[in-house]
């Protein structure tokens, strides 16, 4: 039976801690980083599949898509979810693939990983932690931390594998890319401004608790941090969600926009101002709408980052509505609702 070691009563739960340590463990996968071969590590492969389960295959959406920024030309890269790799086509011959896992021990992906192997392709792993099933399934393991995400919402785990893909798009990228690797330096210090949002995202979170539903929208990558947010609060409360692009959100599901919807929409300052009519054509349906990032008239404003580093400062303010939702829904954050019977068995049977 699964079950969660040390649990937490009340506020604060396992999450808040991890949240609130993320400058910590970004400076830690920084210091493991910082004397990487990334050449050695990923080879030079002409297509590279990016794969995981969760968040973890949010990371790698993220991964695929700034690595082949890096790449360009030089090689094709994709993100397929580890799922699709076990049961569907293989990879194209001669593909390197990565894992993506917090804990190295998620069954589908390691599977799809083995099986990647028996049809010839060099495998790697980004994990989060040393010495876990994943290293043995993998040709080459990138250990980028030490600490296990001590809630099952994992968030610490989260951004520092997007800090970690990143890093090798940034090295793959080289000499032009130098200014994004003094920005990624940086990161530790922005997510430290990132985590004063908590008491405004608290206020929102108490709006947010009292719908039926609730839909996050982002644009370029943070369309990932909108799925990814969309994630984090069914684990942590159950609430219904959903993530899109804006401009995807008009197609359909505008239509069924009442006061029973809270949308938080992540605002860039590369958001034109399409963004904001579309928001505001949100508002007139009666849904409950706020906004949030470095966009110019975010109603919480985030600190500036660079266009391939957002989604790591961004994604902060989003896991603390999760957090504070579920306390507001009076759920435990910790758990993905496994206190909760008729949960408790479908968890036992999917992740065994």
């Known amino acids: 039976m699964v079950s969660f070691r040390n649990p937490r009563s009340r506020h604060p739960y396992h999450m808040h801690d991890m949240i609130r340590a993320q400058p910590a463990f970004l400076r830690e996968t920084e210091g493991v980083l910082k004397d990487l071969d990334v050449r050695a590590f990923l080879g030079s492969p002409r297509s590279l599949v990016l794969t995981g389960c969760g968040t973890s295959f949010h990371a790698a959406m993220y991964g695929a898509r700034v690595l082949q920024e890096a790449f360009g030309a030089r090689a094709r890269v994709e993100a397929v979810h580890a799922y699709d790799l076990l049961y569907g086509p293989p990879p194209p011959a001669r593909s390197t693939v990565l894992g993506i896992s917090h804990s190295g021990s998620t069954p589908t992906t390691n599977r799809a990983l083995a099986r990647a192997a028996r049809a010839g392709s060099p495998t790697l792993a980004v994990v989060g932690l040393p010495e876990s099933p994943m290293d043995r399934v993998a040709g080459r393991s990138l250990v980028i931390g030490t600490t296990h995400d001590a809630s099952w919402a994992n968030t610490m785990s989260y951004t520092t594998q997007l800090a970690a893909l990143a890093f090798l798009a940034i090295r793959v990228g080289g000499r032009p890319w130098a200014p994004l690797a003094r920005a990624w330096q940086a990161l530790p210090r922005r997510l430290s401004t990132a985590l004063a949002s908590e008491p405004r995202v608290r206020d929102l979170a108490a709006h947010v608790a009292g719908r039926d539903r609730v839909t996050f929208l982002g644009s370029g990558l943070d369309e ?129």
Do not use: C, N, W
């Open 224 to 352: 990932i941090t909108a799925l990814e947010a969309a994630l984090k609060i069914r684990e942590t409360s159950g609430l219904p969600a959903a993530g899109y692009h804006p401009e995807q959100y008009l197609h359909g599901p505008f239509v069924a926009a009442d006061g029973r919807e809270a949308v938080v929409a992540l605002l860039s300052r590369d958001d034109g101002r399409r963004a904001r009519a579309i928001l505001d054509a949100l508002g007139s349906t009666g849904a409950h709408v706020r906004s949030l990032g470095d966009g110019k008239g975010a109603d919480i404003p985030l600190p500036g980052a660079p266009r391939l580093l957002r989604p790591i400062v961004s994604v902060v303010p989003l896991q603390f509505l999760a957090y504070y939702v579920a306390i507001e829904r009076k759920a435990d954050p910790d758990v993905m609702r496994t206190d909760v019977p008729r949960y408790r068995a479908g968890v036992d049977l999917l992740f065994t």
